[in-house]
């Protein structure tokens, strides 16, 4: 079973800059793809950004230009760096393990009782908080 620590996060004003990071193991980015999925208070999951065991990456239309995913192999460890960041974008944020092999990753996951339903996912962090004060 592959877990992760996730860590970064925290509270910022408007137009500052966070870096998430999620360290998973046992894991290889050989098999397996990482990104993160937020979730707004009382709003549905959505994919932020992934970046895949081939090195390519997605960014959600709303971050693109202002995040940069990024990941060290040897560290089993992926970055989100995130800047200029908006209130638009609090929400938790939860570090998402897929396999490297299809299905891809939906840009939206249902909620049940309020959580993200995980679906086909590896592994799912308990999420981390990044709150952007105007």
């Known amino acids: 079973e592959v877990q992760v620590v996730e860590s970064g996060g925290g509270s910022v004003q408007a137009g500052g800059s966070l870096r998430l990071s999620c360290t998973a193991f046992?894991?290889?980015?050989?098999?397996?793809?990482m990104g993160w999925y937020r979730q707004a208070p009382g709003d549905q999951c959505e994919l932020v950004s992934y970046?895949?065991?081939?090195?390519?990456?997605f960014y959600h239309w709303s971050v693109r230009g202002r995040f940069t995913i990024s990941r060290d192999i040897a560290k089993n460890t992926a970055y989100l760096q995130m800047d200029r960041l908006k209130p638009e974008d609090t929400a938790v944020y939860h570090c998402?393990?897929?396999?490297?092999?299809?299905?891809?990753?939906?840009?939206?996951?249902?909620?049940?009782?309020?959580?993200?339903?995980?679906?086909?996912?590896?592994?799912w962090g308990q999420g981390t908080l990044v709150t952007v004060v105007s």
């Open positions: 970046i895949s065991s081939r090195s390519t990456s």
């Open positions: 046992p894991f290889s980015f050989d098999d397996y793809d």
């Open positions: 998402a393990i897929k396999s490297a092999v299809p299905p891809p990753y939906s840009e939206r996951l249902q909620t049940r009782d309020g959580s993200c339903v995980t679906g086909h996912l590896v592994s």
